[in-house]
């Protein structure tokens, strides 16, 4: 499940890649919108998620004058001061946070912006309709994703014309299949095994504003489905039962919990709770049919700065439950055939070690990363004697282990070398037989020079491996491996419809040096026959750069409606992030940080000198912690962009993490730097975006937020906003866009997030005045 694996990483403020646009307007002048009725009726209407222009620029304060356009929002300044380390800072706009979410007075102010964003943008509303429509029809909105054996069952998910989600599905697998192969496919005609619908979200949806499934587990007999749903986008789930055949429900729900659910036999669960700071903190054991209040706590985890994981080995022989901070990581293991024996030690609590846990046969299996392994190793242990272990993949400096997938005969190796991701397929020896080091491993070919590739659920005790690649000309495309054959099968590639070929696109990685030097890696898409590649192009630059988080290159059907009017697509692999290994990582983060802001510009120089763009035709985006990339590169650098998209924004570094009582702000001392410390304080306030927000001209800004986000509060967008509206000297347009019922994620129906990407785009495209030349 997306949200469970996004959780599994760690990432406490995630991010999500942009999309596409193309438009025609009413009036060559950007942002310039009469005021209306209807759009001065739209200030007190509603619904949902950086400041200065280069000087060129064609736009000035004649043409956005009161006359044109409705006044901004200005929020109320009520002082509020915080002193430490001698240091008095000064937050006018500290009362727009409310934990509760109903305040009237904030919801007013919210709501007031949204207004004004809508009456801003309602010059270009028809053409935003237009491109939701374009991008919209790239869609096949009735489809079947690549079905996934498990058990006696094919499983996978369908999505019908016009519906927003999806239905869980599943079919028998007949009998002349029964031996797996990659060849294999699904019989679907009138002989075929029935189709099964186990669960509708789209029934499931209908009375709920936002909907989102994080796990949907079935039982290893097949009969019985858990499935967890957040019904606000808050991500905190009720997990219902239900008989896989029926739907009919088992038990009473289990409320309050993490997307982290996995069946101990056919009769229990194991699941995570979390604290009053939304961290997972406790693993409960569920016996089916007893009451949530008689389940077994297996472990609480008391210290803050670390919280809980929870997964299945492949071979379903064990559960792990792990504890982990952003430096060490430790494990339990529960024996699923008898969970009443409760969690076990299997890799202690050492601070700097990190570990990562499976089993096959007689032995667990380890991947352990070390200050002095800092790219990972990965030894076995019998599982008897789990203190001897023995070295299977040894430390490389060039290449770091990202995760390991276990089979009955082999052993599979995503790993990182030179910024891009590989597979590698080991054989195990029988299991009973010794384990030594492993030889020979063979690596699985892909065609693209920048791409993303991603592990699958795979059968354990099968030979068939799958995984899922995309490129940024390459759509979405699951492929079912042969691990004694060597060879790979293409199972499903997302369908894009009308006029798409790929063999339009160029990709390609460039080299950007950073002021220390260091080459710093950028992805590139564009296509070919539109592109002049003299400088007057423009171009999307988007970044991420924490969390050790990869930013691999993937495929946006979206994006097409900009890659097609002419646009330039890069991605920044910045320090901060783990595109380059673990150093590339910690050389962005606690007192290394600015580096990953200083990498971001020099990306933005270096694409400017190289003519594939100017200052007036670039656009950067980012989202959450990219976010608070794009708050304080836009405070360092303002003249260098032309427009900034920061959505869902992490602006408020200094104030959130001086306050424990904020989710996540304990957990990620050891991600940004605790400032109770003198010395983090002062460095996280010389690069936090809003303490940093100065009298200066900023150019085109797009911020969004979501009221029901865990992650990065609401109010720290809206205080941003607040703030460089009071400050800054230009007349440039600044828009907030909070979406008052959904979370960190935006919004939850597959066409909803589309209708978003159309209104990103064509805030993009106004900002360049581009929307008179838009063709449909």
């Known amino acids: ?135 919209r029809g790239r869609i096949k909105e009735d489809d079947v994703s690549a079905p996934l054996r498990k058990g006696p069952y094919y499983y996978y998910e369908k999505t019908l014309e016009g519906k927003e989600y999806v239905q869980h599905c599943r079919r028998l697998i007949p009998e002349n299949q029964k031996v797996p192969s990659v060849y294999d496919t699904m019989p679907t005609g009138p002989e075929a095994p029935q189709e099964h619908v186990i669960l509708d979200e789209n029934i499931k949806a209908q ?140 890799t202690p609590r050492v601070d700097g070690i990190d570990t990562t846990v499976s089993h096959r046969g007689d032995h667990f299996f380890i991947k352990r990363r070390s200050g002095q392994f800092f790219n990972s190793e990965v030894v076995a242990c019998p599982v008897d004697n789990t203190s001897s272990t023995t070295v299977l993949l040894p430390h490389r400096e060039s290449v770091k282990i990202q995760e390991i997938q276990l089979f009955s005969d082999n052993l599979v190796s995503y790993e990182r070398e030179d910024g891009l991701p590989k597979i590698i397929v080991y054989r195990l020896p029988p299991t009973g037989e010794p384990l030594t080091s492993l030889q020979d491993g063979q690596a699985v070919s892909f065609v693209d020079p920048v791409y993303s590739v991603e592990s699958s659920y795979s059968e354990f005790s099968s030979s068939i491996l799958r995984f ?45 040096p950073a002021s220390d030097g260091t080459l710093i890696p950028i992805s590139i898409v564009y296509r070919k026959d539109l592109v002049k590649l003299d400088g007057s192009d423009p171009l999307l630059l988007y970044g991420y750069g924490s969390y050790e988080y990869c930013l691999d290159p993937s495929f946006s059907s979206s994006r097409l409606s900009l890659l097609d009017r002419g646009f330039i697509y890069v991605i920044a692999h910045i320090r901060g992030g783990g595109e380059m290994g673990r150093p590339w990582y910690e050389n962005g983060k606690f007192l290394k940080k600015k580096n990953t802001f200083t990498d971001f510009i020099a990306c933005a120089e270096y694409l400017i000198e190289n003519k594939f763009c100017s200052k007036e035709r670039l656009c950067i985006e980012g989202r959450s912690a990219g976010g608070l990339l794009i708050g304080a590169v836009l405070n360092m650098r303002p003249d260098l962009f032309k427009a900034a998209v920061a959505g869902v924004p992490f602006v408020d570094v200094l104030t959130t993490m001086l306050d424990p009582t ?12 605790d400032p109770r410390k003198e010395e983090f304080y002062f460095y996280m306030k010389s690069y936090s975006p809003v303490d940093d927000v100065k009298a200066q001209n900023y150019p085109h800004i797009l911020v969004t937020a979501g009221l029901n986000d865990p992650r990065v509060m609401y109010s720290e967008p809206s205080k941003f906003v607040a703030k460089m509206r009071d400050m800054k000297t230009d007349d440039n347009i600044l828009l907030f866009k909070c979406e008052l019922g959904a979370g960190h994620f935006s919004k939850s129906g597959r066409f909803e997030k589309l209708q978003e990407d159309a209104f990103t785009y064509i805030f993009i495209l106004k900002a360049l005045n581009m929307t008179n030349e838009l063709k449909f």
């Open 207 to 346: 009375q709920h504003g936002y909907y989102s499934i994080g796990a949907f587990k079935v039982s290893p007999n097949s009969k019985l489905v858990a499935y967890a749903e957040d019904t606000k986008g808050n991500e905190i789930y009720t997990v219902y039962v239900i008989d896989a055949e029926t739907q009919a429900p088992i038990g009473e729900p289990l409320v309050g919990l993490t997307p982290y659910v996995q069946w101990a036999g056919d009769n229990a669960l194991v699941y995570i709770t979390m604290d009053e700071i939304l961290r997972p903190d406790k693993a409960w054991l569920h016996v089916l049919g007893e009451d949530q209040s008689k389940d077994t706590c297996l472990y609480v985890e008391k210290d803050d700065m670390f919280s809980l994981d929870l997964y299945a080995s492949e071979s379903k022989k064990y559960l792990f439950v792990a504890s982990e901070s952003k430096n060490t990581r430790f494990n339990f293991y529960l024996d699923v055939s008898k969970p009443e024996e409760g969690l076990k030690v299997l």
């Open 468 to 512: 899922t690649y995309s490129s940024l000309k390459t759509p979405r495309s699951v492929y079912d491996y042969d691990m004694k054959a060597g060879i790979s099968v293409l199972k499903k590639i997302d369908p894009v419809l009308g006029s798409f070929d790929s063999t339009h696109y160029v990709t390609e990685r460039r080299w950007a």
């Open 662 to 673: 904020i989710p996540l702000t304990t957990s990620e001392w050891e991600e940004w730097g």
């Open 1 to 135: 499940m997306v949200v469970e694996n996004l959780l599994r990483l760690g990432i406490a403020r995630f991010l999500c890649i942009p999309l596409s646009v193309t438009v025609v307007l009413s009036s060559s002048l950007p942002f310039q919108t009469p005021l209306t009725s209807s759009a001065a009726a739209s200030l007190s209407h509603h619904h949902h998620q950086r400041r200065r222009l280069s000087s060129g620029y064609s736009m000035n304060s004649q043409q956005l004058s009161q006359s044109q356009s409705p006044p901004p929002p200005v929020a109320k300044k009520v002082e509020h001061k915080m002193e430490m380390f001698g240091d008095v800072r000064i937050d006018n706009y500290y009362w727009l946070r409310d934990d509760s979410r109903t305040n009237p007075e904030v919801l007013s102010y919210l709501k007031e912006e949204n207004g004004y964003t809508d009456s801003i943008m309602s010059g270009t509303k028809k053409l935003e309709e237009q491109l939701f429509a374009e991008i």
